[in-house]
């Protein structure tokens, strides 16, 4: 949970527990690491950084504040273009390869917004594989 929800909770939702207990509420993550995201998933900005900052960011993720003198350096953003360019091209060529739908990779395109299942007006989930049941209209006829 995000130290802003864990506030949130503290101050909004819960403050009499909070002022009970105020080191019940912690913030833990579920998530992965922006260490191990960079590391594992983007190796050619994780070079791009340590060309820069050094290694330290690895260990210690304030270090990254170190790009800012950087951020208005040109050299810098083709590198960092030329690496988000390489990265869509490998996508666009995975997504070719594991399901056989040429894209372009002007088209991969990537958010960070938690997906939630959507629901029907009867509270079920449609799951896009089986489309919801369609009944039929009553019968303006009577039998």
């Known amino acids: 949970v995000a130290r802003l929800h864990t506030e949130l909770l503290k101050s909004q939702v819960f403050p009499d527990f909070n002022r ?7 913030s833990i993550t579920n998530g992965i690491t922006p260490r191990r995201w960079l590391l594992a998933c983007n190796p050619r900005l994780a070079a791009a950084i340590s060309a820069r900052v050094g290694d330290g960011w690895v260990r210690d993720l304030d270090r990254l504040g170190e790009l800012r003198p950087y951020a208005d350096d040109p050299v810098f953003q083709d590198e960092f273009l030329a690496i988000k360019r390489a990265n869509k091209a490998d996508l666009a060529a995975m997504v070719e390869q594991l399901c056989g739908v040429r894209c372009t990779s002007s088209r991969c395109t990537g958010g960070s917004r938690r997906t939630r299942p959507r629901r029907s007006r009867r509270g079920r989930s449609s799951s896009p594989a089986r489309p919801p049941r369609r009944t ?4 303006s006829r009577s039998a």
């Open 20 to 26: 009970l207990d105020p080191d019940r509420f912690v």
């Open 136 to 139: 039929a209209w009553p019968s």
